[in-house]
């Protein structure tokens, strides 16, 4: 027993030693996302972790394997849609950005790993009806 907690233990602080890069772009005022306040409320409390260039990272990301998860939680969510640089868009990548917006309110966004850890972020029935009528998307 004392063996296997030993090589645990080893593994875990030897896996602290793969380390990704945390970082936060520079948010130009004119190319992040216009909205109205409450819509921009929802999006920066439920989206912008993932979807812009302004991540707060928590303790835990830098603790190897769930920093492992984040960052790639974070690459991916700005790889598909950044708040942050969203004037930088074409219109045509705009309207399919909406319409993925519209598509996932009430489907898997925020992710539920990520309502987990924020409680905050989840959101209401009236929030996630709010982004879909935002969206100006109709079925």
């Known amino acids: 027993m004392k063996r296997t907690l030993l090589i645990f233990l080893i593994v875990f602080l030897l896996m602290q030693f793969i380390r990704f890069e945390q ?3 520079a948010v130009e005022i004119k190319d ?13 409390k439920s989206c912008y972790d993932c979807h812009s260039n302004e991540v707060k990272w928590p303790w835990y990301s830098q603790i190897a394997p769930m920093s492992w998860t984040i960052n790639s939680h974070v690459k991916n969510g700005r790889k598909w849609l950044n708040f942050s640089t969203w004037e930088n868009y074409t219109e ?26 924020h409680k905050e972020a989840d959101l209401t029935r009236e929030e996630r009806s709010l982004l879909r009528e935002w969206t100006g998307v109709r079925k």
């Open 92 to 117: 045509e990548e705009k309207a399919k950005k909406l319409k993925g917006i519209y598509r996932t309110a009430y489907a898997i966004m925020p992710l539920p790993t990520y309502i987990w850890l």
């Open 32 to 44: 992040e996302i216009k909205a109205p306040l409450e819509v921009m409320n929802i999006l920066k």
């Open 23 to 25: 970082n936060n772009f």
